[in-house]
């Protein structure tokens, strides 16, 4: 693919088809995207890959611990609850994926059962859990580096054919992930990537969210008009 059917095709893969995902290709996935920058080229990132009998404890305790009422103990700040512009976006991509899959607004069954997929890292035959290194706790430059590699990864593995989804709901449980990852005490978990083959007949794969316009985002200073 070219970079620009990359970047502008990719979506976020929240159904995936029950095949592995050879190690061969995962590492060179990884490779391209620790091309990625990052602050004075420290390269703060670690990636813990998990599939089989280990994924599947972390997603049995997740869920476990969640359904229990077990309070979230995610390593990263969550900071307030989104408002405004902010959570109508929130709102909107909810509605996308609610409405795809025939979620209806009073079928609290099935939006439980979606919350729970995410628990489960969307059943995706891949978990990549994005850590960084302990000792740049405090900075935002080792979080901002992450995100960085993160975005080179989710869209070196489009390119491949694979889909991913950087999701926050699978590493909501820590010690499970710690436990079960076998994740070193020096390590931050930051955020988890679902990984592996799209499932094109999974109606939430076809979403499209929807993006500002380089008018609103953008301020442009010094530049001539027209």
């Avoid at 620790?34 to 390269?43: E, H, V």
């Avoid at 599947?56 to 229990?68: F, K, W």
Wanted: charged share 25%.
């Amino acid at each position: 693919m070219q970079y620009d059917e990359v970047v502008k095709g990719r979506r976020s893969i929240r159904g995936y088809l029950d095949k592995p995902v050879p190690r061969e290709l995962i590492e060179e996935i990884l490779e391209l995207a620790m091309r990625a920058p990052s602050s004075m080229n420290t390269q703060p990132w670690n990636f813990y890959v998990i599939s089989g009998e280990p994924l599947d404890r972390i997603r049995a305790g997740n869920t476990e611990r969640n359904l229990a009422g077990v309070p979230h103990s995610r390593e990263f700040r969550t900071g307030e609850a989104f408002a405004g512009k902010h959570r109508e976006r929130q709102i909107g991509v909810a509605k996308q994926l609610f409405a795809a899959m025939g979620i209806a607004r009073e079928d609290k069954e099935g939006r439980q059962d979606w919350v729970l997929r995410g628990f489960r890292q969307f059943d995706a035959p891949v978990c990549i859990i994005v850590t960084y290194d302990k000792e740049l706790h405090g900075s935002d430059d080792a979080p901002f580096d992450c995100g960085a590699v993160a975005t080179a990864l989710v869209n070196a593995a489009w390119s491949r054919g694979l889909g991913a989804v950087i999701n926050s709901q699978g590493i909501m449980q820590s010690p499970v992930v710690r436990e079960h990852a076998g994740i070193a005490d020096d390590q931050v978990i930051m955020k988890s990537i679902a990984l592996g083959w799209p499932d094109e007949t999974f109606p939430a794969n076809a979403v499209v969210s929807e993006r500002k316009s380089v008018d609103e985002a953008a301020v442009f200073i010094g530049f001539e008009e027209g």
